[in-house]
C-alpha cells in the first residue's frame, strides 16, 4: 500500500469510528439526565433503572471514547506532521479547550456513577446533565477545529509562512457555526435512532416491557428532534459550503456545467471523462434556491475550477446521495411515529412499528459517516483549503502501511469489546435494572 494513501486510509477508519463513540458521548448522557429528571418528578424506580443502566453504558462508552480519541491526536502527529508544523499554533486553541471539556466530562460522571444516595438529589442530577453539557462541548470544540481545515483563517499567509495569528479567529471561523449545528444536529437523530431501535428489539422480544418501553419513547424523542433539525440545519451548512467552497458543492451534486437554475440532482452515476451524470433523476432551478433563495441564481460548476482541484467526484456525489436519503427516511418514519402518538395511540403497541425503528438503528450513523465523508473527501486535494495540499502534509516516514494495519486491529477490537460490553449491560437488566422483574427482586432479597 503507498506510504499516502495508508495514512489517509489510517485517518479514515479512526474518525469513523471515533466519530460513533463521540456522538454517543455527546447525546446519551442527555438521555439518561432526562431519565433521572423523570425519575426525580415522578418517584418511578423504573426511571431509576433506567437511569442507572444508561449511566453504565454512558461510562463504558466515554472509555473507549477516550481511547479513540487519545489515538487519533497521536495520529495528527505521527502520519501529518508537515500540517502539524504549521496549523497547530493556529487552531491548537479548541484542542486545548477540548481537553478542558474532557476532564470535566471524566470528573462528572464519577460523580454522578457513585454519588447515589450520597449527594443532594438535584446536586446529582446535575453532574450527569453536566456529564452531557460537557461531552457536547467536547464535540463542538474538535469540531471547531475541523471547520478551519475548510475555512481557514486567523493568520496571514505570506511567502509560505504563517503570520499574524489570532487563535479565537480561526476557532470562530465561517465554518464553525454551521458544521457544528449540523453535527450536533445528526448526533442526537443517530444516537437517538440508534437507542430506540436496541429498546424496541427488546419489546419485540418481550423482555422488560415496561423497562424498555419508557427507554424507547425517550430515545424516540430525542431521535425526533434530530431528524426534524437536520434538514434546517443542512440547509444552513450546504449555503456555507456554496459561498466557502462552491467547488465541494458542484462535487456533491455532480455539477459540471456553471448555470442559472440550476437543477437539484437525484441518484445519477457521475462520469468525470465525459462530464456528466447519467441517469438522475432532475429537479429544476431546485438547487439555485438551496443555494441562495433564488430559483435563478447561477451555481458554479465544476468546469469553472482546475482540474487537479477536483476532489472525486463519485465518492462525494454517492455520500451525500446516502446521507439525504437516509436522511429523509428517518424523517418519513419521524412522521409516522407522531401521526400514531396523537391520532393511532394503538399503533405505538404495534410491532411493525417497533419493526421499523429496529430496522433503523443503524440508519442516523450511516447517514452521519457519509455526511463526514461529503466533508472531508469534498476538501481534497486540500489538507487546509486553499493553502496546504494533503500530499505536502503527509510523513516522510516509511511503512505507514504497518501503522494502518495496527491500528486498524486496535479499533476492530475496540469495536468487539464495546459490543460485548453493551450486551452485557442489556442482560443484566432484569438483576440489577428493572424493579418489576422478579429475577431483580429475588437479588434484592438475597443481598
Known sequence: MDDFIAARAQMALSLGFHIIFSCVGMVMPFLMAFAHWKYLKTKNEVYKGLTKAWSKGVAILFATGAVSGTMLSFELGLLWPGFMKHAGPIFGMPFSLEGTAFFIEAIAIGFFLYGWDKFNKWFHWFCGFLVGVSGLASGILVVAANSWMNSPTGFDYINGQY?????????????????????????????????????????????????????????????????????????????????????????????????????????????????????????????????????????????????????????????????????????????????????????????????????????????????????????QPWIIYGVMRTIDAVTPMPGIQYSFYFFTAIFISLSLILVFLLKRQIQMVPKLYDPTDSQFNDKNKKS
Request: net charge neutral; aromatic share 14%; glycine share 8%.
Open 163 to 379: 503570520l499574524n495569528i489570532d487563535p479565537i479567529k480561526a476557532m470562530l471561523n465561517d465554518a464553525w457555526f454551521p458544521q457544528a449545528l449540523h453535527m450536533t444536529v445528526a448526533a442526537f437523530c443517530a444516537t437517538g435512532f440508534a437507542v430506540a431501535g436496541v429498546h424496541a428489539f427488546m419489546i419485540i422480544r418481550k423482555r422488560n416491557i415496561e423497562f424498555h418501553t419508557k427507554a424507547f419513547r425517550i430515545a424516540v424523542g430525542f431521535a425526533l428532534i434530530g431528524a426534524f433539525g437536520a434538514p434546517l440545519s443542512g440547509d444552513i451548512a450546504a449555503k456555507s459550503v456554496a459561498e466557502r467552497q462552491p467547488i465541494k458543492l458542484a462535487a456533491m451534486e455532480a455539477h459540471f456545467e456553471t448555470e442559472k437554475g440550476a437543477s437539484f440532482i437525484i441518484g445519477g452515476i457521475p462520469d468525470e471523462e465525459k462530464e456528466e451524470v447519467k441517469y438522475a433523476v432532475k429537479i429544476p432551478k431546485v438547487l439555485s434556491f438551496l443555494v441562495s433563495n433564488d430559483f435563478n441564481a447561477e451555481v458554479k460548476g465544476l468546469k469553472d475550477f482546475p482540474r487537479d482541484e477536483w476532489p472525486p467526484i463519485a465518492v462525494v456525489h454517492y455520500a451525500f446521495q446516502i446521507m439525504i436519503f437516509f436522511g429523509m427516511v428517518m424523517i418519513g418514519i419521524g412522521v409516522i411515529y407522531l401521526y400514531s402518538f396523537f391520532f393511532r395511540k394503538e399503533w405505538l403497541s404495534k410491532n411493525w412499528l417497533l419493526k421499523t425503528f429496529l430496522i433503523a438503528t443503524p440508519f442516523g450513523y450511516i447517514a452521519l459517516e457519509a455526511g463526514w465523508t461529503v466533508t472531508e473527501v469534498g476538501r
